[in-house]
């Protein structure tokens, strides 16, 4: 018995000692960390506008050539900047990590973005999930997110839609080297992410940072 009083006493003693050290920090809000501490890649406004200037700078990259309803061939903008709405991104990269989480994958994940450009307006009404895109954005730069994952050597381009087995991940293909049917399909299901809103057009382009005007 007297053992036991002992005991108890001093886990009381343990129970007051936490309470007067250490319950002043537990209700003490810890200081908020800078929202890009940890993210590897992040650069100065400086750097971006550098940058951005190099782009514009180039002709080859950031001007098209034209020809208008009325036959004249002129040099215009091509696309500055393309704009996504960030629950859409979410959206999609969620997606990848339900796709991994359902099959209990911890394989590394992450997404490759590729320039691209529209085709002319009446190819873009004939393909099914480019309808929807103004016309005006008919032949311009835009960028499309691809999911990808580490196979042990690279990051490979692949489609969570289909994924079953962690180890043999349905790997986007060439179209000579798909097969016919099964997980390279082209008509499957796919889970790649466009449909950014580009400038120009509507708007005028502008190098970074854009003008509030």
Known sequence: MKKLLIISNLVL???IAYLVFFKHDLHQPKPEEP???HLKGVISFQ???MISHNYSGDTVKSKMLITTPDGERKVVDDTKSVSFNLKGLNAFIAGIERAAKKIGCDKPLGVRIYFSKYPD????KRTPTLKDVPVEYANKLTFFFVPTI????KFRDFNPVKWTDCDNPPYYTKKSERKRGGENNPDDDDWIYNHGD???PP?????FPPSNK
Request: charged share 30%.
């Open 47 to 49: 750097a971006a506008e």
């Open 35 to 37: 929202i890009n501490e």
């Open 150 to 153: 580490f196979d042990g050597e």
């Open 203 to 207: 708007y005028p382009g502008d190098d």
């Open 198 to 200: 580009l400038i120009p």
């Open 13 to 15: 003693l343990g129970i």
């Open 121 to 124: 307006a009446e190819t873009m």
